[in-house]
């Protein structure tokens, strides 16, 4: 809990310096005088004095958000010890256009950023799954769709597969644009397209399991226990560290995700698997599954191994400029999806359970640092994206609301009515109220 706690709190800190920072170097270009920059709210428990400016560097107990004030007429908290000469550096009475870049500025840091971790990433990548798949079993998507073992994907619906990540993203896709399924592949030297599948088959859940689900598990020459969990059903049934497995119930096992699926589908109260020892000798073990009950009442099963497989993986040395180049891509699509899941939500067609709140975001930020370096840069790549796209939202207390304040006023000619800010803000704040709510719910539901 104190991990998850700490990384979350490193994460939002980062990503709010940035977002912050973007609207202060914009402000500085334009003239604009800052009084305070603050990462987090309420009493600060750090603060620095520039000298030359007297500008407030402070970090605040509150850390989930930040701000930067700005001298402004419409803030009396701000024109303290301010000469009337010094008004014309007010926020307020900057151009329009100065006023729209420097709230851009604050989302825009953030894509920048998160363009930036990805390209980290790309670059740190110098191997990467591909994207032969193994046998799917009968009955799923893949399946359906004429996969059989050892196919390499080359392209799904159109756009080119290099590695088994774009596989996933691009099955992603097709489920959240309810597009109907078409893959092409390379089979025996030749490149097939398969039969179309309609977008009535794909009934799975958005999410990072939905490849799974659908059949598709990548190539592995052969399946190994890695570990047999204490006390566990594996362990009384005799398995050992380095056990190849060669089968389920007669099935062949081509993968490890495969393997898991069938395990955790199970209903049997028993299931024989085929082991080969490394001395040679073939085995077949009997295991009597635990049967247990999820958060959503829906029965699973396990055994308690835990596998790797020898995979089919693919060298490369990405460049400098070409992993900048994959981090802006990554972070365009990354946008797409939350843009499209978001309008999605609010058509009804995806469920609000897919929205987080704080408690699911820092569980996600201990789980992604306690796996290493690059998972946190991904977690950390995601969650800015998130962060502006959800500010350029056109809500008002956003930065998206006060851009539209301002588009408004270009359009007129003249300042939106105070009136008329006061009403978008109370609306403002009960749809920010309301969206808190449900995401506290949600992460309430996962954690019981």
């Known amino acids: 809990m104190l991990h998850s706690l700490t990384s979350f709190i490193v994460a939002l800190g980062i990503l709010v310096f940035f977002h912050e920072l973007g609207h202060y170097s914009i402000a500085k270009l334009c003239g ?37 004030r700005m001298l402004d007429e419409r803030d009396p908290d701000s024109l303290h010890n301010v000469s009337p000469a010094q008004l014309e550096n007010a926020f307020n009475r900057k151009p329009v256009m100065q006023r729209i870049a420097i709230v851009l500025a604050g989302p825009l840091a953030n ?91 794909l009934e799975f859940d958005l999410g990072p399991n939905l490849p799974t689900e659908a059949g598709f598990y990548p190539y592995e020459q052969q399946v190994s226990v890695r570990q047999v969990l204490p006390d566990s059903p594996a362990q009384k049934a005799g398995f050992q560290n380095g056990d190849v497995l060669l089968t389920l119930d007669g099935t062949p096992i081509e993968s490890s995700s495969q393997f898991t699926q069938m395990i955790r589908e199970s209903k049997a109260k028993e299931v024989k ?12 073990l009997t295991v009597v599954p635990e049967h247990l009950t999820d958060r959503k009442g829906k029965t699973y099963s396990r055994i ?16 400098v400029f070409s992993a900048l180049s994959d981090g802006v891509g990554k972070m365009i699509e990354v946008s797409v999806f939350s843009l499209a899941a978001m309008g999605k939500m609010l058509t009804g067609d995806l469920s609000w359970t897919h929205l987080s709140g704080p408690i699911s975001i820092a569980s996600a930020a201990g789980e992604s640092s306690s796996l290493g370096f690059l998972p946190f840069v991904g977690f950390l790549a995601m969650v800015s994206v998130s962060l502006g796209i959800l500010n350029l939202l056109p809500i008002p207390v956003l930065d998206g609301g006060h851009l539209m304040y301002y588009f408004a006023e270009l359009l007129t000619g003249k300042p939106v009515s105070e009136a008329w800010m006061i009403r978008g803000q109370k609306i403002g704040l009960a749809l920010i109220g309301a969206l808190t709510c449900i995401a506290f719910f949600n992460d309430i539901q996962r954690l019981f």
């Open 111 to 201: 894509l920048i950023l998160a363009s930036c971790l990805y390209g980290v990433i790309s670059f740190s990548q110098t191997s990467v799954l591909g994207t032969r798949i193994s046998q799917p079993l009968a009955g799923t998507l893949a399946a359906e769709s004429g996969l059989k073992k050892g196919d390499k994907i080359l392209e799904i619906n159109g756009r080119k597969a290099d590695d088994w990540s774009e596989v996933s993203w691009d099955l992603i896709r097709v489920k959240l644009f309810n597009q109907d399924l078409t893959v092409r592949v390379q089979r025996e030297g030749q490149a097939l397209t398969l039969p179309t599948v309609s977008s009535n088959r």
């Open 32 to 68: 604009v005088r800052v009084i305070r920059f603050s990462v987090g709210f309420g009493k600060p428990i750090f603060k620095w004095v520039s000298k030359k400016s007297g500008e407030e560097w402070t970090v605040s107990w509150i850390p989930l958000g930040g701000y930067v």
């Open 273 to 284: 698997i085929g082991v080969q020892r490394d001395n040679g000798a073939v085995l077949e």
């Open 304 to 319: 308690g191994l835990g596998m790797g497989g020898k995979l089919d993986v693919l060298e490369r040395q990405p460049g």
